[in-house]
């Protein structure tokens, strides 16, 4: 058990709909990552959240957005759904106030869209 | 731009070593990664290694890095059907908090 929780596991919508997706972090943990993992594109970092605050921006489309917290939870909200969407979203997070600082990944919320 | 790649197949009988190779582009990366992903399931940190290290061994993981060529190597000895899974390698940048995943090595282990 890595201590991240990522909420709901599986997520069944259809086209143009609007889904948010829940990550608690590690106790402790100050940031939060999101990635979105599917079969043709492998893992994709899109977004990075450290206390509250975005610090980095990957491949996100603009029809996604994240925020974290005060408590530190995170969320991830797709909107406008298209089938291509459909991949497994991971949450990670890690400390960041020291040197060895890996990422502890949550099990992710597998999202269908049909 | 920075970038991570890795063979996408490998596979061992049980019993031997396996050894799943990354490369890396970003010299200045500071700490490297590997993360095991069983089917269903999240990544799972195996081990890392700080740039200025050659050589880490953590029981049957023996991680090798040349900063030289910029690769990355995990080593599995005695190999066992449940390490059938995915390998990802991982870097951090320096000063940076962004991490670069590589495309993943799915380790196949025959009985």
């Known amino acids: 058990d890595s201590g991240v929780t990522q909420t709901p596991k599986h997520l069944i919508t259809a086209t143009g709909q609007r889904v948010t997706l829940r990550c608690s ?3 402790g943990d100050l940031s939060v990552y999101w990635y979105q993992q ?6 994709q970092f899109l977004i990075h959240y450290y206390n509250g605050e975005e ?3 990957g491949n996100i489309l603009e029809r996604f957005s ?3 917290f005060p408590d530190l939870h995170s969320e991830l ?4 759904l298209e089938l291509g969407d459909s991949a497994l979203y991971f949450c990670a997070s890690s400390p960041e106030g020291g040197p060895n600082q890996p990422q502890h990944f949550g099990d992710g919320t597998r999202l269908s869209i049909l | 731009g920075e970038d991570v790649e890795q063979s996408l197949f490998l596979s061992v009988r049980e019993g031997d070593s396996s050894v799943i190779n990354c490369t890396y582009t970003d010299s200045s990366s500071t700490y490297l990664y590997w993360y095991k992903q069983e089917p269903g399931a999240g990544l799972q940190l195996l081990t890392y290694i700080f740039s200025n290290m050659d050589m880490k061994q953590d029981q049957r993981l023996t991680v090798l890095l040349n900063k030289k060529d910029k690769h990355l190597s995990l080593r599995i000895a005695d190999t066992q059907t449940g390490d059938s899974a995915i390998y990802f390698c991982a870097e951090k940048g320096g000063g940076t908090y962004k991490y670069i995943f590589g495309t993943g090595t799915r ?5």
């Open chain 1, 25 to 27: 972090p590690r106790s």
């Open chain 1, 38 to 43: 599917s079969l043709d594109q492998g893992l």
């Open chain 1, 55 to 57: 610090r980095a921006k």
């Open chain 1, 66 to 68: 994240a925020q974290q």
């Open chain 1, 77 to 80: 909200n797709l909107s406008s």
């Open chain 2, 107 to 111: 380790l196949k282990v025959l009985a």
